[in-house]
Nanobody, 120 residues
Framework: QVQLVESGGGAVQAGGSLRLSCAASGRTFSSYYMGWFRQAPGKEREFVAADRWSGGRADYADSVKGRFTVSRDIAKNTMYLQMNSLKPTDTAVYYC?????????????WGQGTQVTVSS
């Protein structure tokens, strides 16, 4: 089992920044990747970003490329999502995810989510 706890969400004005954190525990060593999804009101969940625990394989949705960055602190078993130049369209509940293996676009484990609200 893997447990994921997100934090760092909140309300910000357009153009601002937020950093989300995801603390992982459990059998995280069995997964090569960790990622982020989001779900806006009335929309389906969508992939945002992912990277290997060892780094170097970051993948981003086109809508966030150049604005969002994933990083990790392996010693703390924590992954981060730095979000800059936020837009109202980034408003969503953000979920930290862990796949079984490397299929990070179809994760198995999900956190409880953290709300991000961007006002214009």
């Amino acid at each position: 089992q893997v447990q994921l706890v997100e934090s760092g969400g909140g309300a910000v004005q357009a153009g601002g920044s937020l950093r989300l954190s995801c603390a992982a525990s459990g059998r995280t060593f069995s997964s090569y990747y960790m990622g982020w999804f989001r779900q806006a009101p009335g929309k389906e969940r969508e992939f945002v970003a992912a990277d290997r625990w060892s780094g170097g394989r970051a993948d981003y949705a086109d809508s966030v490329k150049g604005r969002f960055t994933v990083s990790r602190d392996i010693a703390k078993n924590t992954m981060y999502l730095q979000m800059n130049s936020l837009k109202p369209t980034d408003t969503a509940v953000y979920y930290c995810t862990v796949p079984i293996g490397s299929d990070y676009r179809n994760p198995h484990y999900w956190g409880q989510g953290t709300q991000v609200t961007v006002s214009s």
